[in-house]
């Protein structure tokens, strides 16, 4: 049996619950201060990021668009028509300022939030399961990172340019909200931010034995048709779009498979 590391003194539940306060505080604290910081970079904030994916110069549209023409197709053009932002309340812009930049503090933050996490789950682990999970913090970001990343500039452009150009009538005018517009952005990133942290997840399902790669072999077909339906819903009706949407989500599932595979066969040599 691996025996704890002899720094660790063993904690009581109440030394736990006041350990958790603690780093449930000291998270709060790093989100309102990058929050505040956040607060004085309004312009950029939302001229630049929260309401650059709508226009026809965004990195992504403007890609998208060469591309379509190196294929002699405009249906990758997308967002080419500015469309207008209403607000219809009185205190509408000012709440959605606070929401940004609440969501621009815990996102800056979240690295820190992690290291947090470790150090307090770290202490109940082993010497062997701590060098298990080596590097918990650095891949944990990387895949949130990557995941936001691809869902702010693949994913938002591809659902603006679908959900804003979708008539069903011609006598019927859309009318943008900012908040939900806003929304749109804010949930769709941090959502994909939080899908890819799937093969994290599903490492520590397999340790727990929860998970097999038995399961997910099982289940990799109806996992493929929720990737694809999910592409379709996001995409513009082209084949292109929906695979660029849907392969990172399908190698993501690969990975994991293999993940949950090594965790079985160092189970196995532990026995």
């Known amino acids: 049996m691996a025996e704890q ?11 736990h619950l006041e350990a958790l306060r603690f780093t449930l505080m000291r998270s709060a604290i790093a989100v309102v201060i990058l929050a505040v910081v956040a607060f004085f970079f309004k312009d950029f904030i939302y001229d630049t990021i929260i309401l650059g994916p709508r226009k026809a110069d965004f990195i992504t549209n403007r890609l998208f668009c060469e591309f379509g023409h190196l294929m002699n197709t405009d249906a990758l053009c997308i967002n080419q028509r500015e469309f207008p932002i209403s607000n219809f309340e009185l205190a509408g812009q000012f709440r959605n300022h606070m929401f940004i930049t609440l969501v621009a503090g815990l996102v ?23 060098m298990g999970v080596r590097g918990f ?17 693949v994913i938002v452009p591809l659902a603006i340019d679908f959900l804003a150009g979708y008539m069903l009538s011609d006598d019927i005018s859309n009318v943008i909200r900012l908040g939900s517009y806003i929304r749109t952005v804010v949930m769709i990133s ?33 996992a493929l048709v929720v990737f ?28 994991s498979i293999r993940i949950a595979r090594n965790v079985e066969k160092k189970r196995i040599q532990e026995l």
């Not at 150090?119 to 109940?124: K, L, T, V």
């Not at 913090?137 to 869902?151: D, E, H, Y």
């Open 5 to 15: 590391n002899p720094a660790d003194k063993e904690m009581s539940f109440w030394d």
């Open 137 to 153: 913090v650095f891949v944990t970001n990387f895949l949130f990172l990557v995941g936001l990343s691809f869902g702010y500039f």
């Open 228 to 255: 694809f339906i999910l592409a379709a819903i996001l995409t513009p009706p082209d084949v292109i779009s929906q695979i660029l949407v849907a392969l990172p989500l399908i190698l993501l599932y690969e990975v």
């Open 108 to 130: 800056v933050a979240m690295p820190y939030i992690l290291i947090e996490i470790w150090n307090f789950i770290r202490p109940a682990l082993t010497n062997r399961e701590r």
């Open 190 to 222: 941090l959502s994909t931010g939080i899908v890819f942290e799937l093969p994290v997840l599903i490492f520590f399902l397999a340790k727990m034995g929860v998970v097999s790669v038995k399961t997910l072999k099982t289940y990799r077909k109806h």
